[in-house]
């Protein structure tokens, strides 16, 4: 079972995306901001598989959180997502390691196939 760090501020959307991707089998750990996402990845960052980012968060944002998490382990997987980033915030989010940006909202199935596709990429390696 793959460990998923879960970071997005609106709750109701954080909570409905954990549900459906535990439904497909993953662990998933939800936080509501970036200082949280980088402290949870501290405390278990070799243990997840995949971390999922909202570009606009309170306190820290997903890009600057997730330049940390790449800090800390270079060869984590990442996907960033969010409902209102300009195309600049959104390339910035790949620069900074994410593999894709997804502008919500965003099909569940869209969401899965990419992590198993990713998944199987980075296990082959």
């Known amino acids: ?9 609106d709750r109701n959307f954080g ?6 991707l535990e ?3 993953y662990k998933v750990t939800l ?14 960052g070799e ?14 944002d997903g890009i600057n959180a997730l330049r940390i998490i790449k800090k800390l382990n270079p ?6 997502f969010s409902g209102n980033a300009g195309s600049g915030e ?10 894709r940006c997804l502008t919500k909202p965003f099909g569940i199935s869209q969401l899965t196939e990419d992590l198993k596709k990713y998944l199987a990429r980075h296990t082959e390696v």
């Open 31 to 44: 936080v509501t901001d970036g200082v949280e996402a980088v402290m949870n990845f501290i405390d278990g």
């Open 15 to 20: 909570t409905v995306l954990r549900s459906e």
């Open 47 to 60: 243990a997840y598989a995949f971390v999922l980012l909202d570009i606009k968060m309170p306190r820290l």
């Open 75 to 80: 060869d984590v997987l990442a996907i960033t």
């Open 90 to 99: 959104m390339a910035e989010s790949v620069r900074a390691g994410a593999i």
């Open 1 to 9: 079972m793959s460990r998923i760090l879960l970071a997005d501020d």
């Open 23 to 25: 439904r497909d089998g």
